[in-house]
């Protein structure tokens, strides 16, 4: 069974740092893509970045290009989010979510479409 356990949230100030959790079982981890995703209140859901399951390819949104940085730990099943300069635009329910990999990466990972199996979000609340 596929499981994704989502952890890491939580209420932050305007340009602190968080780290977001999403271990991950089930599947072998090379062979899959991990995706980071997030959804506003009243908005759509929204890519922010994915990593391939070797590690070796690494995609972001543009908003949070720069800011924040996406790893993978093979041997832990985990993939990290990690998240600084966090800004209020940056305030959304975050999950991750994963699918089996292809020979395409980059953009195409941005859609939510693409995962089939999703974590249960974090709550992460960015003040000003």
């Known amino acids: 069974e596929v499981q994704l356990v989502v952890s890491g949230g939580g209420l932050v100030q305007a340009e602190e740092s968080l780290r977001l959790s999403c271990a991950v079982s089930?599947?072998?981890?090379?062979?899959?893509?991990i995706g980071w995703f997030r959804q506003a209140p009243g908005k759509e859901r929204e890519g922010v970045a994915c990593?391939?399951?070797?590690?070796?390819?690494?995609y972001y949104g543009e908003s949070v290009k720069g800011r924040f940085t996406i790893s993978g730990v093979n041997m832990k099943n985990t993939v990290y989010l990690q998240m600084n300069d966090l800004r209020p635009e940056d305030t959304a329910v975050y999950y991750c979510?994963?699918?089996?990999?292809?020979?395409?990466?980059?953009?195409?990972?941005?859609?939510?479409?693409?995962?089939?199996?999703w974590g249960q979000g974090t709550q992460v609340t960015v003040s000003s």
């Open positions: 979510a994963t699918a089996p990999r292809t020979a395409s990466f980059g953009s195409i990972w941005m859609d939510s479409s693409r995962y089939n199996y």
């Open positions: 089930g599947f072998t981890f090379d062979d899959n893509t």
């Open positions: 990593i391939s399951g070797s590690g070796d390819r690494k």
